[in-house]
């Protein structure tokens, strides 16, 4: 692991707290008139997602945690696990439902993501900001029936739900949001 100061933290970087891997979403450097300077930081557990607030001397030593990105391709779902093929040496890894989280609602096979891995341990997967998927079943829309704004849900390929104009209907590729899960437009 590479100590650094936390004069140098940056947002994005990942650090080894005692409470486990954190990934800085916010820092501010704080100079008091009287006393030292210090950092003021909110810390997003790489692994649950939750934000603590941490603060540090101006010349507290760190621990800085080496963070792999690997382009991956989904490949298939193997019982409770999904397999992915890693895009540069072809090398397959199965991963659980649980590390991928909300995520699995989103990948159809052959699928880009990034996993996020530290020390050849899966702690997170980064997908596109968008995908296409495909609508598996939802009601018709009824002729005449144009209220604006007006939503039903739609199932996609993948068993995930989302709710869906009046005049989307079923066999239609639809763009979701990766972020929020909601629908965007027609693909």
Known sequence: MAAISSNDIKNG???KVEDGLFTVVEFQHVKPGKGGAFVRT?????RSGAVIERTYRGDERLEQAIIDKRDMQYLYRDGDDYV????STYDQVP???K?????ANFLVETGKAMLVLHDDEIIGIELPASVELTIAETEPGIQGDR????????????????????FVGPGEVIKVDTRTGD???RA
């Not at 909110?42 to 790489?46: H, V």
């Not at 590390?99 to 995520?103: F, V």
């Not at 209220?147 to 009046?166: F, N, W």
């Open 13 to 15: 970087i990942t650090l």
């Open 42 to 46: 909110k810390l997003r557990n790489a």
């Open 84 to 87: 992915f093929m890693d895009q």
């Open 95 to 97: 991963v659980s439902s």
């Open 99 to 103: 590390s991928l989280g909300d995520a």
């Open 147 to 166: 209220v604006s704004g007006a939503r039903k849900p739609a199932t996609l390929e993948t068993g995930y739900v989302v709710q869906v104009p009046l």
């Open 183 to 185: 629908y965007i437009t």
